[in-house]
């Protein structure tokens, strides 16, 4: 950041006194993104009249689309491949480029989800032609980007010229906004995953699916005094907001087709909710592991919480959202038939990792009356 500073105050002096021009800034997209998959890459050209030598531009991404990281920087730099515009000398036996201008860019600095980018060179260096191809930037589309058309959108543009006549470099001003298009795809991987220690989590797809080996879903519409009450579902909607459980971890991508959008941000099944877009809470509960007990806790005002987008939590009717936390309790009774002789009521029924069940099924093991016990 210290350079990119160094590089504004640079340039400020002939951006400030910077003249208007028709020459123009483009982007052009290496093929279409898919939602959660691999980076595209995009470049950046300058379609001119004069030879320039330096450039900053602001480059602002749509929801859904990030800028990629490469060995944790942001994946943006300089075209440098042969037929780039950029002055070089070339080692005879090692065939390394070394440049007679530095770009610096940075992601997230001046605005949310916008790419700085800034380039100087080094002494009275210009580009070897009026038009070509300038900066090379990578990006990845989110496991939830909107399949469709995305706008890209370059801002805040200023090209500087090296006169030397006046032995002075002066700014240009090119079309201020420039819009250009990336389509996304439809075929999303999404990242899932819970851990071994916690065994809960929460999750909504952007498709359909069958549910994954080693994954329990749950919706929730329901609640008595202590727990919120869990009902089994046998598959995944699209969209649609569940807590899920694995009982001895799971972490896998989990690939399929999105078909539909939602026309909201927010989606809701019974109790549940969740987001295409990353939200800040102020009420409602999200699942934690506080003190060793996994419960959903109440969100506390002056304490705001982030919930990513894919992630899920609760929001009670408002005569019910009193309490602090609410516990798990999972009804078997509304996903399988109900046993011919009824459950001991006197005490509850755990099972082995410590979850509470209203009907316990046959064929398991729990915990009752402080022993081990097989319905």
Not at 168 to 193: H, R
Not at 289 to 294: E, L, P, R, S
Request: glycine share 6%; aromatic share 8%; hydrophobic share 35%.
């Amino acid at each position: 950041m210290k350079i990119l500073t160094t590089i504004f105050a640079l340039l400020m002096p002939l951006f400030l006194m910077a003249e208007p021009t028709t020459d123009r800034i483009t982007l052009s997209a290496q093929g279409d993104l898919q939602p959660g998959g691999e980076e595209i890459e995009v470049t950046v050209s300058i379609e001119g009249s004069q030879v320039y030598t330096g450039y900053e531009m602001d480059i602002t991404l749509p929801e859904g689309i990030e800028l990629n990281y490469y060995d944790g920087e942001p994946d943006a730099s300089m075209y440098t491949d042969d037929d780039c515009i950029y002055p070089y000398t070339k080692d005879r036996k090692t065939g390394v480029k070394t440049f007679s201008h530095t770009i610096t860019t940075s992601y997230n600095a001046v605005a949310e989800r916008t790419i700085r980018a800034a380039c100087m060179p080094s002494g009275k260096a210009v580009f070897t032609a009026q038009s070509g191809k300038i900066l090379t930037i990578y990006l990845k589309a989110t496991p939830y980007a909107k399949p469709g058309a995305a706008k890209l959108q370059l801002s805040n543009c200023k090209l500087a010229v090296w006169d030397e006549t006046t032995m002075q470099a002066t700014g240009y001003v090119p079309e201020q906004t420039v819009i250009a298009g990336v389509s996304v795809g439809n075929n999303a991987t999404v990242p899932v995953s819970v851990s071994s220690d916690a065994k809960w989590g929460t999750l909504m797809l952007p498709f359909a699916t069958e549910l994954p080996q080693g994954i329990e879903a749950y919706s929730c519409n329901s609640n008595d005094t202590q727990d919120l009450i869990l009902k089994p579902e046998k598959s995944i909607e699209a969209f649609t907001p569940y807590i899920i459980y694995s009982e001895n971890g799971f972490s896998e991508n989990i690939n399929g087709t999105v078909t539909d959008y939602p026309k909201t941000d927010i989606v809701t099944q019974g109790y549940l909710k969740a987001s295409v877009a990353q939200q800040t809470l102020t009420q409602g509960y999200v699942l934690q592991k506080q003190n060793g007990t996994v419960q959903f806790y109440k969100v506390n005002s002056e304490a705001p919480v982030t919930v990513k987008v894919g992630k899920c939590w609760v929001e009670l009717p408002q005569q019910l959202a009193s309490k602090s936390s609410f516990g798990i309790t999972i009804d078997n009774a509304t996903a399988t038939k109900a046993l011919t002789a009824a459950p001991n009521t006197t005490a509850a029924y755990h099972t082995i990792s410590g979850v509470k069940v209203r009907e316990p099924q046959k064929g398991s093991v729990y915990i009752h009356n402080g022993k081990k016990f097989t319905r």
